[in-house]
């Protein structure tokens, strides 16, 4: 079975083709600026030249015929059976990967205000797949459903009880799938089950998500109602008083564009002065600069903290990301402030460990294994996908 995986932004598309029973990767595609003049598409498949082109796609369906068209032609055109997508946010209508129907989409519309960056682009992208690909099964995976697992007393918020009746405010947490690659790779690295540890996972890339993890079950997640609470991340704020909400509103600032700062301009880029982008940060020598990584570490730390007394202990601290797994002076400054778990990290282990690398980065007396790993959303998304259509 041949199987596309589609992940579609605001203004661009990842796509992966993978073969199952095997789940080995075939062919990976991406469209940079959907929507502008000048768009970047490149196609690589095994065997094969890469293709780049420049040209103008109006729109996620455009781009999806355009990848489409390039994975037919050629001397072993590639058919696709089926399709998995991510979607970032279904509130508690799943707690699963399910079938592509009407209902999930008008689900996905109801709920698309929880995930403004997000939603709206992954329905543009199944829309567009199912207009490109008639008859062709799909499959949503969701972002929040591997925190169905929480404990009332962890997703409640403390607001009356009908904003959580009426108007389904609660804590969902996201990155769950990232998440569920990053187990997969722990595991592989320890050759441990995960019933026998309690992990607290750091997932820090463009969006940041701290995960606690205790054998078998997410009991707590960072990222709550939507995706800007909890860590600092390049553009979210991550945790913040209501009242500074208020006082923006108070202020004069519409409700839009409160929702555009807190998601779009604050965070490492908001405090920094820099950008959004770790390595940026990390090159510009200005105390704005330093600022924000001091905020960014503050953050984790505090995190790893609450979710180790939570889970009674601390067995396992997983890194990844592109921060999480290329950054490993953030790394190792997180790790200092664990010292008094008995966590140590391997200084050689730890600095060999970037540019895609991943491995176990502890020392070999520390009392926590601390592992980097890769983070490959695609695979875990084409496995749903696999078990759902098959069955």
């Given at each position: 079975?041949?199987?596309?995986?589609?992940?579609?932004?605001?203004?661009?598309?990842?796509?992966?083709?993978?073969?199952?029973?095997a789940g080995?990767?075939?062919?990976?595609?991406?469209?940079?600026?959907?929507?502008?003049?000048?768009?970047?598409?490149k196609?690589?498949r095994?065997?094969?030249?890469?293709?780049?082109?420049?040209?103008?796609?109006?729109?996620?369906?455009?781009?999806?015929?355009?990848?489409?068209?390039?994975?037919?032609?050629?001397p072993?055109?590639?058919?696709?059976?089926?399709?998995g997508?991510?979607?970032?946010?279904?509130?508690?209508?799943f707690?699963g990967?399910?079938?592509?129907?009407?209902?999930?989409?008008?689900?996905?519309?109801?709920?698309s205000?929880?995930?403004?960056?997000?939603?709206?682009?992954?329905?543009?992208?199944?829309?567009?797949?199912l207009?490109v690909l008639?008859?062709?099964?799909?499959?949503?995976?969701?972002?929040?459903?591997?925190?169905?697992?929480?404990?009332?007393?962890?997703w409640?918020?403390?607001?009356?009880?009908?904003?959580?009746?009426?108007?389904r405010?609660?804590?969902?947490?996201?990155?769950?799938v990232?998440?569920?690659?990053?187990?997969?790779?722990?595991?592989?690295?320890?050759?441990?089950?995960?019933?026998?540890?309690?992990?607290?996972?750091?997932?820090?890339?463009?969006?940041?998500?701290?995960?606690a993890?205790d054998?078998?079950?997410?009991?707590?997640?960072?990222?709550?109602?939507?995706?800007?609470?909890g860590?600092?991340?390049?553009?979210?704020?991550?945790?913040?008083?209501?009242?500074?909400?208020?006082a923006?509103?108070?202020?004069g600032?519409?409700?839009?564009?409160?929702?555009?700062l807190?998601?779009?301009?604050s965070g490492?880029?908001?405090?920094?002065?820099?950008?959004?982008?770790?390595?940026?940060?990390e090159?510009?020598?200005?105390?704005?600069?330093?600022?924000?990584?001091?905020?960014?570490?503050?953050?984790?730390?505090?995190?790893?903290?609450?979710?180790t007394?939570?889970?009674?202990?601390?067995d396992?601290?997983a890194?990844?990301?592109?921060?999480g797994?290329?950054?490993?002076?953030?790394r190792?400054a997180?790790?200092?402030?664990?010292?008094?778990?008995?966590?140590?990290?391997?200084?050689a282990?730890?600095?060999?460990?970037v540019t895609?690398?991943?491995?176990?980065?502890?020392?070999?007396?520390?009392r926590?294994?601390v592992?980097v790993?890769?983070?490959?959303?695609?695979?875990?998304?084409?496995?749903?996908?696999?078990?759902?259509?098959?069955g």
């Open positions: 079975m041949t199987i596309l995986v589609l992940n579609a932004g605001s203004s661009s598309l990842k796509c992966q083709v993978f073969a199952f029973p080995c990767s075939v062919a990976r595609a991406g469209v940079e600026r959907v929507g502008q003049a000048k768009a970047r598409l196609l690589e095994e065997g094969a030249e890469p293709v780049v082109e420049e040209r103008g796609f109006r729109d996620h369906l455009e781009a999806i015929e355009r990848v489409l068209e390039l994975l037919h032609a050629g072993e055109p590639l058919g696709i059976d089926a399709v997508h991510r979607v970032v946010h279904a509130a508690e209508a707690t990967s399910v079938p592509v129907t009407p209902a999930v989409l008008e689900a996905l519309e109801t709920f205000h929880l995930a403004p960056l997000h939603n709206p682009p992954n329905l543009a992208g199944i829309r567009a797949c207009a008639p008859g062709v099964p799909m499959v949503c995976v969701f972002d929040n459903a591997l925190h169905h697992t929480l404990a009332e007393e962890v409640l918020c403390g607001l009356p009880r009908r904003l959580y009746t009426d108007e405010i609660r804590r969902y947490g996201f990155h769950g990232a998440f569920r690659s990053i187990f997969d790779r722990v595991t592989r690295l320890l050759g441990r089950p995960l019933t026998e540890l309690r992990v607290v996972s750091l997932m820090l890339g463009s969006g940041c998500t701290a995960n993890f054998r078998g079950r997410s009991v707590s997640i960072s990222t709550g109602f939507t995706p800007p609470e860590l600092v991340q390049s553009t979210r704020c991550g945790d913040l008083d209501a009242g500074c909400v208020v923006m509103l108070r202020a600032w519409p409700p839009a564009r409160v929702g555009d807190l998601n779009r301009e490492l880029k908001g405090v920094s002065q820099v950008g959004p982008d770790a390595r940026d940060i090159e510009a020598d200005t105390p704005s600069a330093r600022l924000a990584e001091a905020a960014f570490v503050h953050r984790a730390v505090q995190y790893v903290g609450g979710y007394a939570d889970m009674g202990g601390l396992v601290l890194f990844g990301g592109g921060i797994q290329n950054a490993p002076a953030m190792a997180i790790g200092a402030r664990m010292s008094h778990l008995g966590l140590r990290l391997d200084a282990a730890n600095a060999a460990c895609g690398a991943e491995g176990i980065v502890s020392a070999a007396d520390s926590v294994a592992v790993t890769a983070v490959d959303e695609e695979w875990v998304i084409a496995r749903d996908t696999y078990e759902v259509v098959t």
